[in-house]
């Protein structure tokens, strides 16, 4: 049995693509190798970061596309050759169809910035500002093809200070973000995630 490959798709920075490259490289993912970036806009910095690190990448245009169903059966098909056992999305900007999701039921995962299901969508962090909460944080979930709708695998809470702004909150749950994601990834790779309706377990070691 050959290592359990992961899939990352994302869209901008990739700084989250980034904390999972380096954890593989570490042995932080739990035996698991990222085996493939997809990115929808091709000169994203994270299609850098990728070359940077070796790992293959393969990007397109929606644009070239009639439809998104359309495109979304070329991925499922690329992911299926590559042999690819989950889908991690990391500042991913698009919501997928059925074609994708149906095709990775309980293998395709997410992260957001807030406590789902306070604030999802976009602008999550500025949302939580404005409404004024006090406790904010990050959110690693199923993806159900709702917008942050999936079942919820795992949440890390960062406290809001009074004197907090988008920039500082953004720093704290990106940080957040860069150590969760990892560990998430590394319990899918040792089998230790089990879905039932809506309850997510972890299996402990």
Request: net charge negative; proline share 4%.
């Amino acid at each position: 049995m050959g290592a359990y490959r992961v899939a990352v798709f994302a869209s901008g920075q990739g700084s989250n693509f980034q904390a999972l490259a380096d954890a593989a490289a570490e042995g932080r993912l739990g035996g698991a190798e990222i085996g493939l970036l997809v990115c929808d806009k091709p000169a994203a910095p994270v299609v850098g970061r990728a070359q940077a690190t070796g790992i293959e990448c393969y990007t397109f245009q929606p644009k070239d596309y009639a439809v998104r169903e359309d495109y979304e059966r070329e991925l499922v098909a690329l992911l299926h050759e590559k042999e690819i056992d989950l889908v991690v999305l990391a500042g991913y900007m698009r919501l997928l169809s059925s074609v994708m999701v149906e095709a990775f039921t309980g293998r395709l995962i997410n992260i957001h910035p807030s406590l789902l299901p306070a604030f999802p969508g976009k602008d999550a962090i500025g949302q939580a500002l404005q409404y004024g909460v006090k406790l904010s944080g990050v959110t690693v979930h199923f993806v159900d093809g709702g917008m942050d709708t999936g079942p919820i695998i795992a949440q890390r809470a960062v406290p809001v200070a009074e004197e907090a702004t988008q920039e500082s909150l953004t720093a704290a749950i990106q940080a957040e973000e860069r150590t969760l994601y990892p560990e998430v990834v590394s319990w899918f790779a040792e089998e230790r995630v089990k879905l039932e309706g809506r309850k997510v377990t972890v299996i402990r070691r």
